[in-house]
């Protein structure tokens, strides 16, 4: 919508909170909460969505709906390719020129 600063300061935030999120997720993951990590692998899902990162989101949303099967294997499964996914979006963010000064 032509606001800079916004998308920059929505971008700052991804950058910040989601490793955080991941990290929770895994300590979740480890004390067999599948609750929770349906709640937050659905969050990391609609934080994905907000940037543009379809592949980071199409893997939150399987471990979203794993979590809520109970299936916590798969969600396990899962971790290594969600941690690769946002690896791969933040490098593209960072590489990106027109928010290179966000970094």
């Known amino acids: 919508m032509g606001n800079e600063k916004l998308a920059e300061e929505v971008l700052r935030?991804?950058?910040d909170e989601t490793p955080?999120?991941?990290?929770?997720?895994?300590?979740?993951?480890d004390r067999g909460d599948a609750v929770e990590c349906g709640r937050f692998a659905h969050s990391i899902k609609g934080a994905a969505s907000n940037v543009g990162g379809?592949?980071?989101r199409e893997v939150a949303f399987k471990m979203e709906q794993s979590a809520d099967r109970g299936d916590l294997k798969a969600v396990e499964d899962a971790m290594d390719t969600l941690q690769a996914s946002f690896n791969?979006?933040?490098?593209a963010i960072e590489n990106d020129r027109a928010f290179s000064g966000i970094v």
Request: zero cysteines.
């Open 13 to 15: 935030i991804f950058l």
């Open 20 to 29: 955080l999120q991941i990290q929770t997720l895994k300590e979740l993951l």
């Open 54 to 56: 379809e592949r980071l």
């Open 88 to 91: 791969e979006l933040r490098n």
